[in-house]
């Protein structure tokens, strides 16, 4: 299998979505985006992608040319239209301004609307959390998931992040999509040729499966039972409705071409670290070190970091037909 530096991965990223009709500027920050996941050995939300996300481009159902706007409504407050692009270059504008915002009054927030996936939901808040903030990310999805005891998707797996910073070293990190697993992984089963375990989702009929071609066309099954639709339910109100964007049953398909563009929205919530305790970041690494005294434990996100690493030394080693089909894009 082929081995890239990031470097190299970054320009194959950026050169093939420009190549499918993407602004350059865009292009750059989803290539950033994805190439930052696989290198964080999250697969299901890197280059894969690309393949999903150049198909919807070239139809229309993803603007490769969006402008993205920003407004204030309220002092603390940005609005962010991504024109039906790709949520990355709204999310870029968010990190851009909020920092700023948040150590003048002490906490601000962004709503981004006419969005589309938001890829690792970790990235943006880790970025805002190295600016000493603290961070929460709230993101809607395209319906995947049934209320508790119901059988029609009203839900997506709607992923909430949170980041958190800590002296003279990489931030906490919490990622989590509200469905067992995140659908990404799902997708790249299906991708592989490689059965999914069971208990991540029930086929059409409510049965389970390990075909993830049947958990596709079915239904995910939530994390922590009823708790994981009530979670997925305050995450569409908060990234849904409270912005502007469509509920999840409204949007149409991440993964597809078909349709008209998904429309869903994000929510970011940031706190400056020291408004209420000057000592809060002490405090913080004074917990992680509770946590990471005792053998087997660790803090979120660990294994991530190591990967990143890694991918800076070693490069990305990608499956010889990933590469062929975005060549051939």
């Known amino acids: 299998m082929p081995v890239l530096t990031l470097t190299e991965a970054s320009a194959l990223a950026e050169e093939t979505l420009i190549r499918c009709g993407v602004r350059r500027e865009a292009a750059a920050s989803t290539a950033r985006a ?11 939300h890197g280059l894969m992608r690309l393949i999903a996300y150049c198909a919807q481009v070239r139809v229309g159902k993803v603007a490769g040319g ?17 024109g039906h692009g790709f949520a990355y270059p709204a ?9 700023e915002m948040t150590r003048a009054q002490g906490i601000a927030a962004a709503a981004l609307r ?12 880790e970025a805002l959390a190295a600016q000493n903030c603290v961070a929460l990310l709230f993101a809607n999805a395209p319906a995947s998931m049934a209320p508790w005891g119901g059988a029609r998707p009203v839900f997506g797996t709607n992923p909430i992040a949170f980041a958190c910073p800590l002296p003279g070293r990489a931030p906490i990190v919490v990622d989590l999509s509200l469905s067992k697993v995140a659908r990404g992984n799902i997708v790249a089963a299906k991708q592989r040729g490689e059965p999914i375990p069971e208990g991540w989702a029930v086929d059409a009929e409510g ?3 390990t075909d993830p071609a049947a958990a596709l066309a079915g239904t995910m099954i939530p994390l ?10 305050m995450v569409e109100l908060l990234a849904a409705g409270l912005v502007g964007a469509r509920f999840a049953a409204e949007a149409s398909s991440f993964l597809d071409a078909e349709g008209d563009p998904p429309a869903t929205g994000q ?9 209420f305790a000057e000592d809060a970041l002490e405090r913080f690494a004074q917990l992680a070190a509770m946590i990471e005294d005792q053998d087997g434990a660790r ?17 990305l080693t990608l499956p010889d037909r990933l590469l062929a089909e975005i060549e051939a894009l």
């Open 34 to 44: 994805l190439v930052g996941a696989e290198a964080d050995g999250l697969a299901s």
């Open 299 to 315: 803090l979120p996100g660990s294994r991530r970091l190591a990967a990143r690493a890694r991918a800076a030394t070693e490069g």
């Open 91 to 99: 999310l870029d504008a968010a990190v851009a301004q909020l920092p």
């Open 66 to 82: 969006a402008d993205v706007t920003v407004s204030r409504p309220r002092p603390g407050l940005l609005a962010i239209d991504a």
């Open 267 to 275: 929510l970011i919530i940031v706190l400056d670290a020291a408004a």
């Open 114 to 125: 006419r969005s589309h996936h938001c890829g690792a939901a970790g990235r943006p808040v």
């Open 224 to 233: 922590g039972d009823a708790k994981g639709t009530a979670l997925a339910l």
């Open 207 to 209: 049965r389970p499966t």
